[in-house]
Nanobody, 116 residues
Framework: QVPLVESGGGLVQPGGSLKLSCAAS????????MAWFRQAPGKLRELVAR???????TYVDSVKGRFTISRDNAKDAVHLQMNSVKPEDTAVYYC??????????WGQGTQVTVSS
């Protein structure tokens, strides 16, 4: 079973919205901080948003006010609501489960392309 599976990526026009979801099949999901990273072509992978086990959220400056990370511990899922998207948001988005008892996980990534 794949630990983290992302969905919801695709092509969206500038100014539009997209919601990414990550379904987790891992132990201790509710105890883990979860995050979304992204990697654009030729660039380093960057942290986009993070949500702690207690629900505290942080964002990279470039997405503040536009993206919202949330989690559903009952369904072992984490989401990234992306609003007012820009071409520079184009990247592969990865779900990440922070380490618990020394084990962390990455999803396989989902492509988001912002273009008219």
């Amino acid at each position: 079973q794949v630990p983290l599976v992302e969905s919801g990526g695709g092509l969206v026009q500038p100014g539009g919205s997209l919601k990414l979801s990550c379904a987790a099949s891992i132990r201790y999901f509710s105890s883990r901080d979860m995050a979304w990273f992204r990697q654009a072509p030729g660039k380093l992978r960057e942290l986009v948003a993070r949500i702690t086990s207690g629900g505290r959220t942080t964002y990279v400056d470039s997405v503040k006010g536009r993206f919202t990370i949330s989690r559903d511990n009952a369904k072992d899922a984490v989401h990234l609501q992306m609003n007012s998207v820009k071409p520079e948001d184009t990247a592969v988005y990865y779900c990440y489960a922070d380490s618990w008892l020394g084990i962390d996980y990455w999803g396989q990534g989902t492509q988001v392309t912002v273009s008219s």
